[in-house]
């Protein structure tokens, strides 16, 4: 049962906030307990504010683009927490309902008219132990943008491939739509668990490939002197020095999304002869 309600808003965008406003009031008109993001409560002068890693609810509804549906995704304590995404941005892949549709998703949420929608999660572990999840991609970038990283990349233990380029995506089918299919990736159905490796210009041509998540991917940064950085979901940004690794792996966790069975949007598409293929951003507000 549905009791608390979390609302999480784009906030350099008036429209956004202005309807982050108008469902939060609907949700205390409803008698539940309405919990507003801390920037966002800040901003329309709401009472009860929480930073999102505090933000524990039976359900958050997001008023933005799919960057705040990622953003949301990583900071939420509760991975599994169901996420009604209103569409406020640019291509709202992510997203489910129009801002005009917001209420009515509401009411259907607390009626249980709606199904919920699995999306398999990576997670970046660091030499430290320390981990970071995402729901789209690690983006490995040379620290300066005029050098070219040396990696060495083993899957489950064994030698994939040395390369040098100007980097390296590492995408779930989720994030396949994103970055790594801007960069001449496969585009991975989103019912698949497994990651797609596109190389961003490497010096020998290397084609992308997609591999089982059930195996862990290790990342080495093989030149002596140039460092990298990884950045996950344009959110988390972490140094990998030279000669260090970083390993990848399936998260425990999943980000799940509330769905109906008619979808109330029409997403941006990508079409191909035979087959029409949402396309998500993985950064933005």
Known sequence: MIKR?????????SEALETAADLFKFILGKRLVGIPEEEFARLKRLGGGKPLSEMKADLIVTVGGDGTVLKTSMLIPEADTPILAVNMGRRGYLTEVLPEQGREAISDCLKGRVRLEE????????GSGASIDGLNEALFVPALPHKMI??????GGHDLVDCRADGLIVATPTGSTAHAFSAGGPVLDPSLE???????????????VVVPARKEISIKLSNATSRASVI?????????APGKSILIKKSKRKAVFVRFDRPRIKRSLVRFPAVEIGRSESAGP
């Open 194 to 208: 497994a990651f797609v490796l596109v190389f961003i210009c490497p010096v020998d041509p290397v084609h992308p």
């Open 119 to 126: 999306h398999m999660k990576l997670s970046v572990v660091h």
């Open 5 to 13: 309600i979390g609302v999480v808003s784009r906030l350099d965008d």
């Open 150 to 155: 040396a990696l060495n990349i083993k899957v």
């Open 232 to 240: 996950v979901d344009g959110r988390h940004r972490q140094d990998l």
